[in-house]
């Protein structure tokens, strides 16, 4: 049975409607043979404590494709050795003022700890800057051709114009565009994603 991992944006959860969309997708309306199951891991807020756990659920999982979007896409990108789709990446979240500032925030999503609430400090804000500088380190020549981003044209969250352009200085031909915006959709699910994913024979 083919798995796929999904990595969800801030103050998400591995219980969003993405995540149901894409089980709908990939599983309820799949003929047996594309279909796949999918694992969506509630990302922990601190980035230095959710990238080695996201290694090492990745490495216990053993995906056949890992998607990540938004906040999810930026550590996708770091998931070597893994086929992985990058949607509207955002590698800079410490940039993003209006997001990431410190202060309670609610969880969007039902989160498997109970929590409804988490405190973005100095500290978070300053751990996601370190991760952020080393977060291209140490990209295999064979990894290039595994990691794929997808790119809305009418994303106003995450400019493609900004982060298209560092994700092909890394991984050079493997970008996409799409009509569309900054969330994984239904549309965008059906339309972009499931095409693409089919394109690279792993279903």
Known sequence: MKKMMYLHGFASSGASGTVELLRREFWEKADASHRAVVV???IPLDPLVALPML??????ERPDIIIGTSMGGMYAQQLHG????????????????????????KWMNRRKDGETEFHVTKETIEHFR????????????????LCHGLFGDEDDTVLASETRPLFERHYP????????????????????????IRSLNLF
Do not use: W
């Not at 800079?92 to 990431?100: G, P, R, V």
């Open 40 to 42: 969506a891991p509630d």
């Open 55 to 60: 290694n090492a659920f990745a490495a216990r």
């Open 82 to 105: 893994f086929a992985r789709i990058c949607v509207n990446p955002s590698f800079f979240l410490s940039k993003k003022y209006d997001i990431l500032f410190v202060g309670r925030h």
């Open 130 to 145: 370190e991760m952020e500088a080393h977060q291209f380190d140490g990209i295999a020549d064979e990894d290039r051709a």
């Open 173 to 196: 031909g493997m970008s996409s565009s799409f009509p569309g915006g900054h969330r994984l959709n239904a549309h965008v699910v059906v339309h972009t994603l499931l095409p693409y």
